[in-house]
């Protein structure tokens, strides 16, 4: 029996295959440190469990509006306007079950085979995956060391064609740290409004940054009406496993978000929303607790690794990554490239990390290699599990 052709244009996250192999590991009695997962291990805060508790207590556990019940939609509004110094409307607001739906949403409602979309490489993986899937052409932006994993804008200008239709831009990023500076964001904007394109701002590690302050495209000129913010509360508040995300874009574009929310899921979990209410306007002591956390551990991890042999880390401005440079520990090692040497971590030293090549196919030129690690793990993993990799690495080359 044969599956629909459009199947095979469907790619993945890799990272869940590395998962799998590291649950296996751990279950035959290895004692594996992970940096692959790319989530907060903090615990969701106390105050939203209990308003979920409570939502379910008090029945809220029916059907609720597809873009979400009014109450969320005004926190989130708020909370946007209050971040991004723009005026929203909760018409403007669309909740989903995280916010990586709203990449499949705006992707399906946007894009018609054949129209070229921007994003960035290395990137999160289901950018590329879901621009193969409507049939649109995926376009990779070079995501550079030497321009601290910020866009080269000159560049992107040269990416843009008759046939562009939409950027993605996500700062600050998965899987490298970098952000976009403030120049960077104007000179996109311009490109933008110039060549009348959409953009998909993902701005999911909005709250998760150390240096610098977080500003978004939408509250450039001309921007906020092509613009389709997507946040959410998976990493801001540990809910990884809630689900509930957020994209917030025009009044016009929100309603067919909704209707394409109708016809998939009819609704995100409704007491789960209350949660997300009580996140945005409860006490935000958590967040900053987490921040600060994150900002010692990637302080530990970033000098850790510059000690490796062979490995060169730049500081990360932002989310919980670094993104190493191992071209020269391959090399000593004689391994082909990040993948083999994920593998060789994984095996010869019992740490699971992800290669540059989770994150998309190597650009045009590109000859660098590098590993992500996620630093949501405790300081005393990140020790142990830059111990193992410093022997390893010692004892094999
Ligand atoms: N965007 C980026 C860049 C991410 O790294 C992730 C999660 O890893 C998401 C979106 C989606 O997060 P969620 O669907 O859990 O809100």
Same mark, same amino acid.
Request: overall charge neutral.
């Given at each position: ?48 469990? +209990? ?14 509006? *597809? ?82 994993? *910020?866009?080269?804008?000159? +560049? ?26 403030? %120049? ?42 092509? %613009? ?55 006490? +935000?002591?958590?967040? %900053? ?10 302080? #530990? ?30 090399? #000593?090692?004689?391994? *082909? ?48 599990? #830059? ?11």
């Amino acid at each position: 029996m044969k599956l629909a052709n459009r199947l095979h244009n469907l790619g993945t996250e890799n990272a869940f295959e590395v998962l799998n192999e590291v649950h296996r590991l751990q279950a035959s009695g290895h004692n594996i440190i992970s940096f692959a997962i790319g989530e907060p291990d903090f615990d969701t805060p106390e105050n939203i469990k +209990q308003a979920g508790i409570q939502a379910i207590k008090e029945n809220y556990t029916h059907y609720s509006p *597809s873009a979400g019940i009014l109450p969320l939609r005004e926190a989130i509004a708020n909370h946007i306007a209050g971040t991004r110094n723009i005026s929203v409307s909760p018409d403007e607001v669309v909740v989903t079950p995280g916010g990586k739906p709203i990449i499949y949403y705006v992707l399906h409602a946007l894009v018609n085979p054949g129209d070229e979309v921007i994003y960035p490489n290395p990137g999160f993986p289901i950018y590329e995956s879901v621009i193969r899937f409507v049939g649109g052409v995926p376009v990779p932006a070079p995501i550079l060391e030497d321009k601290d994993f *910020s866009l080269d804008t000159e +560049q992107l200008q040269q990416l843009i064609t008759p046939k562009t239709k939409l950027i993605i831009l996500n700062s600050p990023h998965n899987p490298t740290g970098g952000m976009l500076t403030a %120049t960077d964001l104007k000179n996109i904007a311009q490109l933008a409004c110039r060549h009348d394109l959409w953009v998909l701002s993902d701005e999911i590690y909005s709250r998760i940054i150390y240096d610098g302050t977080f500003a978004s495209i939408s509250s450039l000129p001309g921007m906020q009406k092509r %613009t389709i913010v997507l946040d959410g509360f998976s990493k801001t508040y540990a809910m990884t496993g809630w689900r509930l995300g957020y994209g917030v874009m025009n009044k016009k574009l929100a309603t067919h978000i909704a209707r394409l929310v109708t016809n998939c899921e009819s609704c995100t979990n409704t007491f789960v929303q209350y949660g997300g209410i009580e996140a945005l306007t409860g006490p +935000q002591e958590s967040v %900053t607790d987490m921040v600060n956390e994150f900002k010692a551990r990637r302080d #530990l991890i970033v000098a850790g690794l510059n000690s490796i042999p062979g490995f060169s880390c730049k500081t990360p401005n932002g989310a919980f990554y670094a993104f190493p440079n191992v071209t020269e520990a391959c090399e #000593l090692l004689g391994l *082909s490239g990040s993948k083999a040497l994920q593998q060789y971590l994984l095996y010869n030293a019992n740490v699971a990390v992800l290669p540059r090549s989770a994150f998309g196919a190597k650009n045009t030129g590109e000859t660098q290699e590098y590993l992500r690690f996620s630093y949501a793990t405790s300081r005393d993993n990140i020790v142990k599990g #830059l111990e193992h990799i410093e022997r390893a690495i010692r004892t094999g080359r």
